[in-house]
């Protein structure tokens, strides 16, 4: 498994339903749903890094990996299984980008010990 494209994917992911989250309430836009657009930018950020195999780099992608993974499997989560419709699919399939990508962190990770 690549790191830098599992976490350039995730990055996207992020982003682009982040956004869509904020632009889909009709009645008030939370900022709150910016957040994963802004760990998402920074995730992006951190892919040159990854590629040249920055040690410090991948450290701080795995660290806002895992901060914005637990952001959503601990907050979200359950206020979108309780609300359904689409936000709930959009929060899923943050945690299964973000998951791939701490999943091939690991993988890279164990690797570079070799």
Not at 36 to 45: E, R
Request: net charge positive; hydrophobic share 55%.
């Amino acid at each position: 498994m690549k790191a830098p494209f599992y976490n350039k994917l995730n990055s996207i992911v992020l982003i682009a339903l982040g956004v869509w989250g904020y632009l889909d309430y009709t009645d008030v836009q939370s900022p709150t749903a910016l957040i994963p657009v802004g760990f998402g930018f920074i995730l992006f950020l951190c892919n040159n890094g990854l590629k040249k195999e920055n040690k410090i780099i991948s450290h701080i992608a795995v660290l806002l990996t895992l901060v914005i993974l637990f952001a959503l499997v601990g907050m979200r989560l359950p206020k979108s299984l309780d609300a359904g419709g689409l936000g709930l699919y959009r929060v899923l399939a943050m945690i299964v980008t973000s998951v791939l990508s701490m999943v091939a962190f690991i993988i890279s990770f164990i690797n570079a010990r070799k």
